[in-house]
């Protein structure tokens, strides 16, 4: 079903009630073990107590006995097939990484173990693989007007793994990601996998989206109907995966957005979001329109006295008409509903609702700045007090209505703890706000201009 905004535009793609019946929920085995997986740019002031992206994708790859499956984007793990200044130097060898994945990607091909990538169609980079029983297909969506932007791994339907990194080398030490890694998880892994097979199925010569997809897509999982992963030792986990644009979901696939906003609209303390790109519109069509499904939860959420933490980045790349939007959020407070004392004409202490805007900026290391496209926080993951999502997408309409991406919702099931992936995201959220790289909003204009210039980083 597809709601209106009052001028006729496409606001809010809601998952449809299924005219199919989606299948029954398979059990998870209690083997499943997830990660955080970060990048954490090199010269950056912050503690790294998660596996970094370069090795939860080292150990995918060691760990393959039959194939792998890989969502992308964009390639550009050699600095030789990046497009850099002629007197570009590494001095930190921040290259290593790329190459690392590049060399482990051969040799697990090389090993007799079917590769398949699915990228994106439309790329100004691509590399010459130097492996045999490997192929590469350009999952053409452009009559979408959209891109795959998913990066997105599944090896031998067990292991996976979702995130905001791409097959970059500066994505691995120059650009601040995080992604979950799933281990000896099949349910989750196969999941995964249906969005990955639809990829490579759309990159096929003259594919085109089916009006419906075939029963082997289908699944049973989905918000309030999510696998039960049973954790050895601690508190069990509710899981499930989302995915866009809404035309490449099969039977009971959860639209991200809508994954999203249930989420937000059910935590009762805390959200905290983090994200490089924010804005409740379309950015990329001739004309674009106002999309407020993501802000609107957001506001939701204040009203109903939850604390909101917002981190944003900026770098030199940043669209000015974001901030005017994130200033919109911060001046809620003080407006928001409490429990009024009226003998002190104030509210009750903890019975009001607050949004807090940061901006997170990371300075230049050395030659490497964001002028490469480097040396910016590119995550997109949001976690309240029991709900963690890491997903592949931007926060604009565009990546939620004509884009391809995955989403991975884990919350804890049981309202007595809060399982250690779930706290262990809201540590590295809390770790970056009270970082030297996050600026209150107030010190930015309506334009994103600092409104000190000779204040760099910090609060």
Request: proline share 6%; glycine share 6%; net charge negative.
């Amino acid at each position: 079903m597809t709601m209106t905004s009052g001028y006729g535009f496409p606001n809010v793609t809601e998952t449809p009630t299924p005219s199919c019946t989606p299948p029954p929920v398979p059990s998870c085995e209690d083997t499943c073990e997830f990660y955080l997986c970060e990048s954490i740019p090199d010269g950056m002031n912050l503690d790294e107590p998660n596996n970094s992206t370069t090795k939860c994708w080292l150990d995918l790859l060691n760990i393959a006995k039959s194939n792998v499956k890989i969502g992308s984007y964009y390639w550009s793990l050699l600095l030789k097939d990046s497009e850099l200044p002629a007197n570009f130097s590494d001095p930190r060898n921040s290259g290593q990484d790329g190459q690392d994945i590049y060399d482990g990607i051969v040799a697990t091909a090389k090993r007799g173990i079917r590769v398949d990538i699915a990228q994106n169609f439309d790329t100004s980079t691509s590399m010459t693989w130097e492996a045999t029983d490997m192929e590469k297909l350009s999952s053409n969506i452009r009559p979408f007007f959209g891109i795959i932007h998913t990066k997105s791994w599944v090896v031998d339907s067990r292991h996976f793994y979702v995130g905001s990194a791409n097959f970059d080398w500066r994505s691995l030490r120059q650009v601040k990601e995080l992604g979950i890694l799933g281990l000896n998880c099949p349910c989750i892994a196969q999941d995964v996998e249906k969005i990955e097979d639809t990829y490579w199925d759309l990159g096929l010569p003259d594919a085109k989206i089916p009006s419906s997809w075939p029963e082997s897509r289908w699944v049973g999982a989905r918000h309030g109907n999510p696998y039960v992963v049973p954790q050895l030792g601690a508190t069990n986990l509710d899981v499930y995966v989302s995915s866009s644009p809404p035309e490449f979901n099969a039977c009971g696939r959860e639209n991200d957005i809508d994954a999203m906003v249930k989420v937000i609209d059910e935590a009762t303390e805390f959200v905290h979001l983090a994200v490089m790109d924010y804005i409740p519109a379309t950015l990329y069509l001739k004309e674009n329109y106002y999309f407020s499904a993501l802000d609107d939860a957001i506001r939701r959420a204040a009203f109903r006295r939850v604390k909101v933490k917002f981190m944003m980045s900026k770098w030199s790349h940043t669209a000015f008409e974001y901030f005017g939007y994130l200033h919109s959020l911060a001046t809620l407070n003080g407006s928001l509903p409490c429990t009024w004392q009226v003998m002190y004409e104030t509210c009750k202490p903890g019975t009001q609702g607050e949004v807090e805007v940061r901006i997170f900026e990371i300075p230049p290391d050395g030659p490497i700045t964001d002028k490469i496209y480097a040396r910016v926080q590119h995550n997109k993951y949001f976690v309240t007090e029991s709900t963690a999502y890491i997903g592949t997408s931007n926060w604009s309409a565009d990546y939620w209505i004509t884009t391809a991406g995955i989403g991975v919702i884990v919350r804890s099931d049981n309202i007595q703890g809060t399982a250690p992936i779930v706290s262990q995201t809201q540590d590295v959220f809390m770790r970056d706000w009270n970082s030297e790289y996050a600026t209150d909003i107030s010190h930015f204009d309506n334009r994103g201009n600092r409104i000190d210039p000779t204040a760099k980083y910090g609060v």
